[in-house]
């Protein structure tokens, strides 16, 4: 089939020259014969030949060598090496270097063209496949392209149409995505907030609490409340290498029906306290009017005993609702210790009585906080007190306080029923009790539901880790005072 490639010939043969070129050219090749070696650099560069005839030695200089340097610029181009004799040596090295094959006389002008088509057939079938390599990777990349596009598309637009807000901050502060759920519930316009500061766009004072507070840790939720009575609680979630989070839900309707609980709560149990007061005063009164028999004396003790207990809920039960209500803002400077050792000591006699060993580990040097020591007083009392409600007699229970990062760590381990995994999310709610409470054990449901009140109320968080027939660990995190005046 005639060709009207470029053979390039660099051999320093001038007999074989002309057999080479003559072949070739009755071939319809074109040839260029290169006189030396910058000949052959410059025809290579600028003419960029279909294959290169190459001498074992040309111009002084070993053709495999000159051969490799031209392969690190042209990678594909086809060379053969025309050797005087056959030999293995020449022939490994060849394969090496990645050329195109060697001609060794006798030559015929079959021999030559034969390798000459053999070498353009096997690098034009190489310049192919590297073209549709090329052309494959570049469409699967394509590919990809449109897909993380189609993506992205397809989570903007999940993003923009979930009802709650949502904001993407970067490391800075400045935003990065807003939806359009955040943009209502801040009344905000529709743009002009990319890249700047949150704090410029939203100007709430409770946003910048939630935001300076989430710096500080460990507050990541915090509640919105806007002037035309709307609540969101808003929630902050450090994205790591990205900035940060905080998706906000508008909580009102929720707010309002647990007013209107805790209203009804309240009333309930304010009015019960009175006609409650004098029942337990008749009872007292009733064995000073006129000798009573054992079965009276008795049926009496029962009544003030139901009384008293009830009594015990209703007062529960106002507490709690002074607390939902934030009536409780006395704060002043707190030892936690102090209160503690003052819980322990009071429940001794308790613990020696449900015969429970007591390990407490408290640190030195605690930093001192910020709260109403009666309220701290009653959380300590109420989650020491369960421990031993719920501790079998013989067991140890363990209480911990350590500080940590301007943190006070409060811990009371006990080795009671525990609680079911499915059912702990739910002990801080008011008269929620554990589906396992043991049957001798009474209670209202609302010890937990108070210390909760009062842990939110000193800005903690509280915790428990439980297992079943193992027994209960409460984890109460409270932020340590720092004192403004420079150390
Ligand atoms: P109660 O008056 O029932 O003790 P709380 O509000 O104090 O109410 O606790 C709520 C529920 O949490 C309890 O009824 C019980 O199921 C579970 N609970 C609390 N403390 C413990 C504990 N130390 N061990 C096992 N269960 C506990």
Redesign the pocket.
Known sequence: MPRHDLVLLALDDATLLQLMQRALQAKSYETAIASGRVALEKIVQEAIPALVMLGEQFDGQLGVKIACEILERFPTMPILIYAERESMVLYKEVLQAGLSGCLYPPLRNDDIIGAVERSLQRARALGDWLRREVKRTTASLERRANLSEAELQRYEFILANIDDGVIILDEEGKIQLMNKAMMVAFDLPDKGYQGKPVLEIIDHPDFSILLNRAQMAPLKYHEINFDDGRIYNAQYTPLEGIGSVITVQDISYLKQVDRLKSDFVHTVSHDLRSPLTSVLGYTELVGRVGPLNEQQIEFLDRIRSSVESITSLVNELLDLSRLEAGLDTRHEIVRLENVLKFAMDTLEGQFRLNNLSLQSDIAEDLPEMRGNPIRLRQLLD??L???T???PPGTTIHISLQAEDNLIIFS?A?E????PQS?QGR??EKF??????PEQ???????????KSIVDSHQGRIW?E?AVDK??T?FVVLPAYISEKPS
């Open positions: 109420n989650l007190t369960n421990a409600k719920y501790a009371v006990d009671g029923p525990g609680i059912e002990i801080f929620y009790r554990a589906s396992n409470v054990v009474d209670g209202s449901g609302l010890g937990l539901a108070i210390v428990v439980s027994g209960s409460f």
